[in-house]
């Protein structure tokens, strides 16, 4: 797979001709050669053609070559993994899912990408550095085995035109927690009184498929003064009461507001579409969902493009921001890749602010950038004629975030893919538990697995 | 094969018996050259295509840790009592309504016959579009089912796909939905090839609906039916489509069977040994099934 | 049955009466009871088909309501996929190639590897070769989900990876051992003597195979070149696992792509599922008299 065909050779030995004259500033070393890149699949198809924009780009300035496949998520993750097990790796993917950036370098089978952060290190927030800084258990230290260029929050999704048929007005959304999503259950019950019979206020994905509801889980554990749950040196922190008590509330208030008849019945078993589906067929009237590929989705037809409102998060229930904990789409070279000094170069020029602005704009900005001044120095980004995307890029990049837990230990990626979090929910919402009860189950399962992940601390 | 070869070898090659004995005891000169080479493609088939997939799987799921793991993960017991049950309603139910059908099939009349026509329908239509239908339609706010109930009879119905029992019966039903018209086509085959003879004499010493089916019909497709409930649970073991589409192993991962949960382990757990693992713990009863089934195969006189 | 045997004890002309009409009412029972099972199978059958119907008529919004007919049937869903007028289908037709030729190509094999082998072992009468025979029923009764990982990593080794060889590999493994079955039991019913009296005349063995073997067993090549086609097109796992570039996945793969994004036109994936099931169907009712001959014991697996 790795090898060179002579095709490639003759297109890189072009491509090098072509490209001698031109300045090269980003180039380490200027022999030509192939690189095997498997790319994420877009939400949306401008952003397939926003990295075949800047493939070509980058093959004409640098004379290399990128030999890349688009794929979609779910074969993406097997092929990944298959790779990794097999140790027949491309040169470069990206970390699809997530998690895998931490659990691979905690295996030891990516490379320290320290060096490529280095360039651009100054322009990434903090966040995203974090997002990349992982444990490395066979080396027993941490190091930057991804070099992040987006990033991605959960906003807030709602339908202003059902919100105005229950008779009320987006302006009057509380500005807090609870009282924030309250509002939606009186919504729900204005279209009841108005007839809509299968309409639901709350698109809570309070399922054990797939990424929404870990996300879900980790926002309302964090509004609720939760974030401390795995700390930076990766230790675990169920012990200490202020967690427990917000991992409780996190379990408590969605899947009560699933037992009242807020969220649709069926979502306890819903995909990760599903609940974009509900939100497109109106049959929901919020979504709290990741990134705004809900409102790119329907960029085409004005009428609802303009119906749905972006929201960030609102106050905690003390009154303090919240935090958005944020993922960041990197990079990774694995062990065993042939064209390390391709990949990296590759990835020198992908990070370059200009560069990187341009393939999120292309890609209809469903992806925010990962660096502050990208935003600041291109207007686009908060143009106020689209409401949604200044709101994405308010909350996801100017205001505050966190990374993801695993990022501290691999051990609660081992939790979110388990589920732990979700089946705690089931069992307060059919298995008739009380919150604590699904929640003292849970803190003994996720103690468990986090026994199989020590960090060494220094 | 070598030591086919070495018996021939060691055999004068002179033709000291007639064609006649070389067709059937042994061959020689090219005719055991053609003989060999006809076999050969399977022979690479069977060992690049089985053994060494064979062989790396066994080797995969060989440490023993693997398998404390397993066992200790509160989702694998519970796969264990769905595969189980999976089997018991899955086979059974389908091979006993199959049993049933191909009686009703027998039935002359236009009507009869168009009827099996559409009936073998879900078996041709390929699985996946057809369990991602079952799947929407068994939704329990928009599905199509709930929908109809409510409109023709005022009923609310359940959500279908919520409830552990509900969604595994759910996917068992779905599991028969798409494979009923191929084990009652086979069935039909199996009745139609009985001897007249035997049905005619039956009728006239007065044996006739169910008890000529319990006396005369049955006794003759017992042997036939047990091949197929053999069959039947290797098959539905390595089922993975009707868990996977319909319920998708949910609510909370309370209805996965061994077929999905090996892939999950593999892919949404990024650990590919604990999914050879969890399939491997299907052997105990597997090997069992199979050796059973290949005696019979190759002593009954089964019709196929 | 009881009724008739006991009321044969009474007077004649009483008993002929009510023997009638006892018969006549079991008769007029077991119509009811026909019509009545029937209607039943037929809802059952039906349903789950309906339901792609509909919502590949329905407009895209309208797919999740609180309805059981399409509030404006349409056809475009299906005119968007064969003009592959939505980017999830813009590799439509390649993807269906892809499907006829691993099908295709499966088909083939398994019958040549298929008929080789059973030509070998049961009409030249190859020493032990009951071995291969069993060894491949063996493959026959290994659930083909279970060596699904394995199989995707050794496909590795072999440098198959995304490739439509290492999906029909995938179902030339598990479909010929099937074939070598059939044609084993089919091929008693053909006296031996016919190949006996060739080679007396000068026949080679390929000249037998090619003249003798294999017209006669014409109807069992049908029966089971049928059930490799239906196989290859109906298998999902291993195209899914085995292909993963969108030129060259198959449709089922491509169909799975419509679950897992975030915006999932469900109208076009049923209109798609609908215009890939139509050949599978086709060939089958085309063949389905001759297949009863071969039938079937190995149906389909996975």
Same mark, same amino acid.
């Given at each position: 797979?790795?090898?060179?065909?002579?095709?490639?050779?003759?297109?890189?030995?072009?491509?090098?001709?072509?490209?001698?004259?031109?300045?090269?500033?980003?180039?380490?070393?200027?022999?030509?050669?192939?690189?095997?890149?498997?790319?994420?699949?877009?939400?949306?198809?401008?952003?397939?053609?926003?990295?075949?924009?800047?493939?070509?780009?980058?093959?004409?300035?640098?004379?290399?070559?990128?030999?890349?496949?688009?794929?979609?998520?779910?074969?993406?993750?097997?092929?990944?993994?298959?790779?990794?097990?097999?140790?027949?790796?491309?040169?470069?993917?990206?970390?699809?899912?997530?998690?895998?950036?931490?659990?691979?370098?905690?295996?030891?089978?990516?490379?320290?990408?320290?060096?490529?952060?280095?360039?651009?290190?100054?322009?990434?927030?903090?966040?995203?550095?974090?997002?990349?800084?992982?444990?490395?258990?066979?080396?027993?230290?941490?190091?930057?085995?991804?070099?992040?260029?987006?990033?991605?929050?959960?906003?807030?999704?709602?339908?202003?035109?059902?919100?105005?048929?229950?008779?009320?007005?987006?302006?009057?959304?509380?500005?807090?927690?609870?009282?924030?999503?309250?509002?939606?259950?009186?919504?729900?019950?204005?279209?009841?009184?108005?007839?809509?019979?299968?309409?639901?206020?709350?698109?809570?994905?309070?399922?054990?498929?797939?990424?929404?509801?870990?996300?879900?889980?980790?926002?309302?554990?964090?509004?609720?003064?939760?974030?401390?749950?795995?700390?930076?040196?990766?230790?675990?922190?169920?012990?200490?009461?202020?967690?427990?008590?917000?991992?409780?509330?996190?379990?408590?208030?969605?899947?009560?507001?699933?037992?009242?008849?807020?969220?649709?019945?069926?979502?306890?078993?819903?995909?990760?579409?599903?609940?974009?589906?509900?939100?497109?067929?109106?049959?929901?009237?919020?979504?709290?969902?990741?990134?705004?590929?809900?409102?790119?989705?329907?960029?085409?037809?004005?009428?609802?493009?303009?119906?749905?409102?972006?929201?960030?998060?609102?106050?905690?229930?003390?009154?303090?921001?919240?935090?958005?904990?944020?993922?960041?789409?990197?990079?990774?070279?694995?062990?065993?890749?042939?064209?390390?000094?391709?990949?990296?170069?590759?990835?020198?020029?992908?990070?370059?602010?200009?560069?990187?602005?341009?393939?999120?704009?292309?890609?209809?900005?469903?992806?925010?950038?990962?660096?502050?001044?990208?935003?600041?120095?291109?207007?686009?980004?908060?143009?106020?004629?689209?409401?949604?995307?200044?709101?994405?890029?308010?909350?996801?990049?100017?205001?505050?975030?966190?990374?993801?837990?695993?990022?501290?230990?691999?051990?609660?990626?081992?939790?979110?893919?388990?589920?732990?979090?979700?089946?705690?929910?089931?069992?307060?919402?059919?298995?008739?538990?009380?919150?604590?009860?699904?929640?003292?189950?849970?803190?003994?399962?996720?103690?468990?697995?986090?026994?199989?992940?020590?960090?060494?601390?220094? | 094969?070598?030591?086919?070869?070495?018996?021939?070898?060691?055999?004068?090659?002179?033709?000291?018996?007639?064609?006649?004995?070389?067709?059937?005891?042994?061959?020689?000169?090219?005719?055991?050259?053609?003989?060999?080479?006809?076999?050969?493609?399977?022979?690479?088939?069977?060992?690049?295509?089985?053994?060494?997939?064979?062989?790396?799987?066994?080797?995969?799921?060989?440490?023993?840790?693997?398998?404390?793991?397993?066992?200790?993960?509160?989702?694998?017991?519970?796969? %264990? +009592?769905? !595969? *189980? $049950?999976?089997?018991? /309603?899955?086979?059974?139910?389908?091979?006993?309504?199959?049993?049933?059908?191909? =009686?009703?099939?027998?039935?002359?009349?236009?009507?009869?016959?168009?009827?099996?026509?559409?009936?073998?329908?879900?078996?041709?239509?390929?699985?996946?579009?057809?369990?991602?239908?079952?799947?929407?339609?068994?939704?329990?706010?928009?599905?199509?089912?709930?929908?109809?109930?409510?409109?023709?009879?005022?009923?609310?119905?359940?959500?279908?796909?919520?409830?552990?029992?509900?969604?595994?019966?759910?996917?068992?039903?779905?599991?028969?939905?798409?494979?009923?018209?191929?084990?009652?086509?086979?069935?039909?085959?199996?009745?139609?090839?009985?001897?007249?003879?035997?049905?005619?004499?039956?009728?006239?010493?007065?044996?006739?609906?169910?008890?000529?089916?319990?006396?005369?019909?049955?006794?003759?497709?017992?042997?036939?039916? %047990? +091949?197929? !409930? *053999? $069959?039947?649970?290797? /098959?539905?073991?390595?089922?993975?489509?009707?868990?996977?589409?319909?319920?998708? =192993?949910?609510?909370?991962?309370?209805?996965?069977?061994?077929?999905?949960?090996?892939?999950?382990?593999?892919?949404?757990?990024?650990?590919?040994?604990?999914?050879?693992?969890?399939?491997?713990?299907?052997?105990?009863?597997?090997?069992?099934?199979?050796?059973?089934?290949?005696?019979?195969?190759?002593?009954?006189?089964?019709?196929? | 049955?009881?009724?008739?045997?006991?009321?044969?004890?009474?007077?004649?002309?009483?008993?002929?009466?009510?023997?009638?009409?006892?018969?006549?009412?079991?008769?007029?029972?077991?119509?009811?009871?026909?019509?009545?099972?029937?209607?039943?199978?037929?809802?059952?059958?039906?349903?789950?088909?309906?339901?792609?119907?509909?919502?590949?008529?329905?407009?895209?919004?309208?797919?999740?309501?609180?309805?059981?007919?399409?509030?404006?049937?349409?056809?475009?869903?299906?005119?968007?996929?064969?003009?592959?007028?939505?980017?999830?289908?813009?590799?439509?037709?390649?993807?269906?190639?892809?499907?006829?030729?691993?099908?295709?190509?499966?088909?083939?094999?398994?019958?040549?590897?298929?008929?080789?082998?059973?030509?070998?072992?049961?009409?030249?009468?190859?020493?032990?070769?009951?071995?291969?025979?069993?060894?491949?029923?063996?493959?026959?009764?290994?659930?083909?989900?279970?060596?699904?990982?394995?199989?995707?990593?050794?496909?590795?080794?072999?440098?198959?990876?995304?490739?439509?060889?290492?999906?029909?590999?995938?179902?030339?493994?598990?479909?010929?051992?099937?074939?070598?079955?059939?044609?084993?039991?089919?091929?008693?019913?053909?006296?031996?003597?016919?190949?006996?009296?060739?080679?007396?005349?000068?026949?080679?063995?390929?000249?037998?195979?090619?003249?003798?073997?294999?017209?006669?067993?014409?109807?069992?090549?049908?029966?089971?070149?049928?059930?490799?086609?239906?196989?290859?097109?109906?298998?999902?796992?291993?195209?899914?696992?085995?292909?993963?570039?969108?030129?060259?996945?198959?449709?089922?793969?491509?169909?799975?792509?419509?679950?897992?994004?975030?915006?999932?036109?469900?109208?076009?994936?049923?209109?798609?599922?609908?215009?890939?099931?139509?050949?599978?169907?086709?060939?089958?009712?085309?063949?389905?008299?001759?297949?009863?001959?071969?039938?079937?014991?190995?149906?389909?697996?996975?």
């Amino acid at each position: 797979m790795g090898s060179l065909s002579r095709r490639s050779v003759i297109r890189a030995s072009l491509g090098l001709a072509a490209s001698g004259s031109l300045a090269r500033p980003h180039i380490a070393r200027a022999a030509a050669t192939t690189a095997t890149v498997w790319w994420i699949q877009g939400f949306v198809q401008e952003e397939d053609i926003a990295f075949r924009k800047t493939v070509t780009e980058y093959q004409k300035i640098s004379g290399n070559t990128l030999d890349f496949s688009i794929i979609p998520f779910a074969p993406m993750r097997q092929k990944i993994v298959s790779a990794v097990t097999s140790g027949l790796v491309p040169d470069l993917f990206q970390n699809t899912p997530g998690e895998i950036i931490a659990l691979y370098a905690w295996d030891n089978k990516l490379l320290d990408l320290s060096d490529v952060i280095e360039t651009q290190r100054k322009e990434y927030t903090e966040t995203a550095l974090l997002s990349a800084y992982c444990y490395n258990s066979i080396e027993k230290r941490r190091g930057y085995y991804g070099v992040p260029y987006t990033t991605g929050v959960l906003p807030n999704h709602i339908w202003r035109s059902l919100v105005e048929k229950a008779g009320c007005k987006i302006e009057d959304i509380p500005k807090t927690w609870d009282a924030y999503y309250d509002f939606f259950k009186d919504v729900q019950k204005g279209l009841r009184a108005r007839g809509e019979r299968k309409v639901y206020g709350l698109g809570f994905q309070v399922t054990t498929n797939g990424v929404d509801p870990m996300n879900l889980f980790n926002y309302f554990l964090i509004a609720n003064g939760g974030q401390n749950i795995v700390s930076k040196d990766g230790r675990l922190h169920l012990d200490d009461p202020a967690v427990r008590e917000a991992a409780i509330k996190a379990l408590t208030y969605p899947a009560m507001a699933y037992k009242e008849g807020y969220v649709p019945p069926g979502a306890i078993n819903w995909n990760d579409a599903d609940d974009n589906n509900a939100f497109h067929a109106k049959q929901i009237v919020m979504d709290l969902d990741g990134t705004i590929s809900t409102e790119v989705a329907v960029i085409h037809n004005e009428d609802e493009y303009k119906d749905i409102v972006t929201m960030g998060l609102p106050l905690g229930n003390d009154g303090k921001p919240v935090p958005s904990q944020a993922g960041n789409a990197c990079g990774l070279i694995p062990k065993g890749a042939k064209n390390v000094e391709v990949a990296k170069d590759f990835l020198r020029y992908f990070i370059q602010p200009a560069v990187s602005n341009e393939y999120l704009k292309t890609g209809l900005g469903r992806n925010i950038p990962a660096m502050p001044s990208i935003a600041k120095n291109d207007p686009w980004w908060l143009d106020p004629a689209d409401q949604h995307r200044v709101a994405y890029v308010t909350q996801g990049l100017l205001g505050p975030t966190i990374p993801n837990f695993w990022v501290f230990n691999p051990a609660y990626a081992q939790v979110q893919n388990e589920h732990v979090w979700s089946v705690a929910w089931t069992d307060v919402m059919t298995g008739g538990m009380t919150p604590q009860a699904a929640a003292e189950k849970a803190f003994k399962r996720v103690e468990e697995i986090f026994a199989r992940y020590p960090v060494a601390q220094s | 094969m070598a030591s086919a070869s070495v018996t021939l070898i060691g055999r004068p090659a002179a033709g000291r018996q007639s064609l006649w004995r070389y067709w059937q005891g042994g061959l020689h000169g090219s005719e055991f050259v053609w003989a060999v080479a006809f076999i050969v493609p399977y022979i690479g088939v069977f060992l690049a295509f089985v053994i060494y997939p064979v062989l790396y799987g066994a080797w995969m799921g060989s440490s023993p840790h693997l398998y404390s793991e397993l066992f200790s993960d509160p989702i694998y017991q519970q796969t %264990l +009592v769905n !595969t *189980l $049950l999976f089997l018991a /309603f899955g086979v059974n139910l389908k091979l006993f309504l199959a049993l049933l059908l191909s =009686g009703f099939f027998m039935q002359p009349g236009w009507w009869i016959k168009t009827l099996l026509v559409i009936f073998v329908l879900p078996w041709a239509i390929p699985a996946l579009p057809s369990f991602i239908s079952i799947h929407w339609m068994l939704n329990g706010e928009w599905g199509l089912l709930n929908n109809t109930l409510y409109i023709l009879f005022g009923i609310e119905g359940p959500s279908w796909l919520n409830q552990r029992w509900f969604a595994l019966g759910s996917a068992i039903a779905s599991h028969i939905w798409k494979w009923l018209p191929f084990w009652t086509v086979i069935l039909l085959a199996g009745r139609m090839s009985l001897p007249q003879e035997v049905m005619d004499a039956a009728k006239v010493d007065g044996a006739t609906g169910l008890r000529s089916f319990a006396y005369v019909t049955f006794p003759m497709l017992a042997n036939l039916y %047990l +091949v197929l !409930t *053999l $069959l039947a649970t290797i /098959f539905l073991l390595g089922d993975f489509n009707s868990v996977f589409f319909v319920s998708g =192993g949910g609510p909370a991962n309370s209805t996965h069977v061994l077929a999905t949960l090996g892939i999950r382990d593999a892919y949404d757990m990024g650990h590919p040994e604990l999914g050879v693992a969890a399939v491997m713990s299907a052997l105990p009863l597997m090997i069992p099934l199979v050796i059973i089934l290949m005696r019979k195969l190759r002593t009954a006189e089964v019709q196929l | 049955m009881s009724a008739t045997t006991v009321s044969a004890a009474h007077a004649v002309p009483y008993s002929a009466r009510r023997k009638g009409r006892a018969a006549r009412r079991r008769r007029w029972l077991i119509r009811v009871a026909t019509l009545l099972l029937s209607v039943v199978i037929l809802v059952w059958t039906i349903m789950p088909i309906y339901n792609m119907v509909m919502v590949a008529l329905e407009a895209e919004g309208d797919v999740f309501g609180e309805h059981i007919w399409p509030p404006k049937p349409s056809p475009r869903s299906f005119w968007i996929v064969v003009s592959q007028g939505y980017w999830y289908l813009e590799y439509f037709w390649h993807q269906f190639g892809n499907s006829v030729f691993i099908a295709v190509m499966t088909t083939l094999l398994v019958l040549s590897i298929g008929s080789l082998t059973s030509f070998s072992v049961a009409r030249m009468r190859l020493k032990n070769g009951w071995l291969i025979t069993n060894a491949a029923l063996l493959t026959y009764v290994i659930p083909a989900s279970f060596l699904a990982i394995p199989f995707y990593l050794i496909m590795n080794h072999y440098g198959l990876h995304d490739n439509p060889w290492s999906v029909i590999a995938a179902l030339v493994t598990f479909a010929t051992p099937y074939a070598i079955f059939i044609f084993q039991e089919y091929g008693r019913s053909i006296p031996l003597e016919l190949d006996e009296s060739a080679r007396i005349d000068g026949a080679s063995p390929v000249q037998v195979y090619f003249r003798i073997y294999l017209p006669l067993m014409a109807p069992a090549l049908v029966a089971v070149g049928t059930y490799a086609l239906l196989l290859a097109w109906n298998e999902y796992l291993y195209q899914f696992l085995l292909l993963s570039n969108k030129r060259s996945m198959t449709v089922p793969v491509a169909l799975a792509q419509f679950t897992n994004s975030d915006q999932a036109p469900w109208n076009y994936m049923m209109a798609t599922a609908i215009i890939y099931a139509l050949p599978p169907v086709a060939t089958y009712y085309a063949f389905r008299r001759r297949m009863s001959s071969g039938l079937t014991m190995g149906g389909v697996k996975g």
